[in-house]
């Protein structure tokens, strides 16, 4: 199990971290890795822009909280009275 452990939180890289470790947004170093990213992304774009056909790449970035399983909250607007509740719309976390 613990090879597992290491192995998931020190070397495999997440799609819903940016690519990044649970590690590195853990220790507060996926800011240093993003901005070498950044770096080789940017000189291989200016060395090759012809193979990037979106434009000048960047890399994906992590979410401000994550959890597992973490509970779904409900936010919510005016009185309740009875069983009549009423709820926000849901509120873009991307501004």
């Not at 799609?15 to 990044?20: K, S």
């Not at 090759?48 to 509970?71: D, K, L, T, Y």
Request: glycine share 6%; proline share 11%; aromatic share 10%.
């Amino acid at each position: 199990m613990r090879e597992f452990e290491q192995w998931y939180c020190y070397e495999h890289h997440h799609t819903a971290l940016g690519l990044m470790t649970p590690a590195a947004v853990h220790f507060g170093t996926a800011d240093q890795l993003w901005v070498k990213r950044q770096t080789v992304l940017t000189t291989a774009y200016q060395l090759h822009p012809q193979r990037f056909s979106r434009g000048q790449p960047v890399p994906p970035r992590w979410p401000m909280e994550v959890g597992i399983n973490a509970p779904k909250t409900l936010q919510l607007s005016g009185e309740c009275l009875s069983n009549d509740t009423k709820l926000l719309p849901p509120v873009s976390k991307n501004p």
